[in-house]
């Protein structure tokens, strides 16, 4: 069974730069959400996608974007980069009907 | 707004102690709690669960006790080990499948 799985791990943007991350569900599990963790804080909820679908989304602006394709990976997108988006980003997979979400291992990315 | 609350922010035990981290939260809507362990550099990993309509769950030495009135819920890990030291996150999640987690406690444990 393959796990969750992020890339890049690490990226260094600078501000008003564009960024795309990338994430792979675990097998079967159709559902991805993203995660925000900002250093020493818990992972903040970006959104969810459940057949390519947004299907919740957190307290982030326009500018934090997703896509789910047909296989269930998913791409995060930031645009105009701002200082404060340096952080974790971590994807994480479930089944359909919610529970258990594995976690990847993220992408560190930091702005300049 | 911290719909999770989590405390304390960090834990020092010796080997062999038994650490509770404690969870308290707000919205009636969460039916699921989940507790993850985080190490450097690396994604949380899930521990243990618990739904609202049981008060106790073990796993190996991993317990989470819930008390759904008080909308309060903990872990405690048993015979503590130094490979347990790491940050530990509560999460509490509704019915859309979001989750909300706590701000996060490290642990060490010492030899």
């Known amino acids: 069974e393959t796990g969750v799985t992020q890339s890049p791990t690490h990226l260094i943007k600078t501000r008003g730069q564009q960024v795309t991350l990338r994430c792979s569900s675990q097998?079967?599990?159709?559902?991805v959400s993203w995660y925000q963790q900002a250093l020493g804080q818990g992972p903040q909820f970006i959104f969810q996608?459940?057949?390519?679908?947004?299907?919740g989304r957190g307290n982030f602006p326009p500018r934090f974007s997703g896509l789910q394709f047909p296989n269930y990976s998913s791409e995060l997108n930031v645009n105009a980069l701002e200082l404060d988006d340096s952080a974790l980003y971590l994807c994480a997979s479930s089944p359909s009907g919610g529970q258990p979400q594995h976690f990847g291992d993220g992408t560190r990315l930091s702005i300049l | 707004q911290q719909q999770v609350k989590q405390s304390p922010q960090s834990l020092i035990v010796q080997k062999g102690g038994i650490p509770i981290i404690n969870c308290a939260y707000e919205n009636t809507a969460f039916d699921y709690f989940p507790w993850y362990q985080q190490f450097p550099g690396k994604g949380p990993a899930l521990l243990i669960a618990?739904?609202?309509?049981?008060s106790e769950k073990k796993e190996g030495r991993f317990t989470i006790s819930f008390n759904k009135s008080a909308k309060q819920f903990s872990l405690h890990i048993m015979d503590s080990q130094p490979g347990d030291s790491a940050t530990y996150f509560c999460?509490?999640?509704?019915?859309?499948?979001?989750?909300?987690f706590g701000t996060g406690t490290s642990l060490t444990v010492i030899p």
């Open positions: 999460a509490a999640v509704n019915t859309g499948n979001q989750f909300y």
């Open positions: 618990i739904r609202p309509d049981v």
């Open positions: 097998s079967g599990h159709n559902t």
């Open positions: 996608y459940y057949r390519e679908e947004e299907n």
